[in-house]
């Protein structure tokens, strides 16, 4: 696969910065990740990011990161680690407070930035009390040091190669993934489900050795095909 918009040019977006408004909160929604699997080809579909100016986050957006016991499992087409993110997990975004319930990957990414495909993607999926979703979302790129996040639960993934309902992976710090001077593509998903997308600007490191680790788990590549959002502005707030 590949993605089709990383072989053409995009067109600057015009900058959106009004914060969004979810619209009715009581359509029952779903959450958006057993792993992110909504139809293919819908406008479900994750944005093509592309040359976007930052306005000031101000705080919108608010992310801390804990430490928790995670259990892996494994679906059709991913990895799925439940994880809590412990007491001092929170996410705030435009005043309202989520909580980490689980995370998992793509490879490739999901996500496009500036055409650029990346080999790995990280979703934090973050639920509120309302049946509301964010998804805090990193991209990786290759090179030459292992990433440190990863290397708390990397030595579980060949175990979930086949079926399993559950596997404890132990303590998971996710302190690692949060920075004083992180910058986030923001976005709202489609309704009916209420999912924010946030995703980190800068990529982190991974090293090949660590993909290959994941995709003999998985054996099959799961990242839907970017799209550039027409109904839906991708602000970036730094
Ligand atoms: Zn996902």
Redo the contacts with the bound molecule.
């Keep these: 696969m590949g993605c089709p918009l990383s072989k053409k040019k995009q067109k600057p977006r015009t900058i959106h910065v009004s914060p969004k408004k979810q619209g009715s909160a009581n359509v029952a929604a779903k959450p ?2 057993n ?2 699997n909504f139809p293919l080809g819908t406008d479900h579909a994750p944005a093509a990011i592309v040359n976007i100016a930052p306005t000031a986050n101000g705080n919108r957006i608010q992310v801390a990161l804990g430490s928790a016991e995670a259990q892996g499992s494994r679906t059709d087409s ?1 990895l799925v680690f439940a994880w809590s993110g412990g007491a001092n997990s929170s996410l705030s975004l435009d005043g309202n407070k989520y909580k980490p319930t689980q995370f ?3 490879t490739p990414s ?1 996500h496009t930035l500036d055409g650029t495909q990346f080999p790995l ?1 990280l ?1 934090v ?1 973050h639920a509120a009390g309302d049946g509301k979703f964010v ?1 805090l ?1 990193f991209v990786f790129q290759y090179g030459d040091a292992e990433d440190p996040f990863l290397a708390q639960m990397w030595t579980s993934v060949p175990q979930l190669a086949s079926p399993r309902p559950s596997l404890p992976v132990g303590q998971v710090d996710g302190s690692s993934l949060v920075t004083s001077k992180q910058a986030f593509y923001r976005y709202s998903g489609p309704p009916p489900e209420s999912v924010e997308w946030l995703v980190v600007q800068q990529p982190r490191i991974v090293t090949p050795g660590q993909v290959a680790i994941l995709f003999g788990a998985l054996r099959t590549t799961n990242a839907r095909v970017a799209r550039q959002p027409t109904s839906r502005p991708v602000t970036l707030l730094s």
Aim: charged share 15%; hydrophobic share 30%.
């Design positions: 958006p990740c792993a992110c991913n998992h990957f793509h999901e993607e979703h999926v998804v979302c």
